[in-house]
């Protein structure tokens, strides 16, 4: 069984920074893809950030392009969002994620963490 364990989340200011963390349990991430989600007050989970296995390949949602970015250490099994010019419509709890396979987009996420509440305040 994987159990997924986020931190990082809080509270920050428009304009400022936050860096989320994953742990992963169990021998298999260093072999799957994946990803990062969020979920607003009164709107559905939305899509935020892809990894594949090695780090080789990456997704962005439009809305955070340019201002995120996920890694991956697969030594520590850990995958990262490094969250920069917040903004208030990235208050969300963000959850990450782990895929079936290497490739998330074609093999989905078969594990979820429990997530992460990130505030963005003006």
């Known amino acids: 069984q994987v159990q997924l364990v986020e931190s990082g989340g809080g509270l920050v200011q428009a304009g400022g920074s936050l860096r989320l963390s994953c742990a992963a349990s169990?021998?298999?991430?260093?072999?799957?893809?994946m990803g990062w989600f969020r979920q607003a007050p009164g709107k559905e989970r939305e899509f935020v950030a892809s990894?594949?296995?090695?780090?080789?390949?990456?997704i962005y949602a439009d809305s955070v392009k340019g201002r995120f970015t996920i890694s991956r250490d697969n030594a520590k099994n850990t995958v990262y969002l490094q969250m920069n010019s917040l903004t208030l419509e990235d208050t969300a709890i963000y959850y990450c994620a782990q895929a079936r396979g290497v490739y998330p987009v074609q093999s989905g996420y078969n594990y979820w963490g429990q997530g992460t509440q990130v505030t963005v305040s003006s």
């Open positions: 169990g021998r298999t991430f260093s072999s799957v893809g």
């Open positions: 990894i594949t296995s090695s780090g080789g390949s990456i």
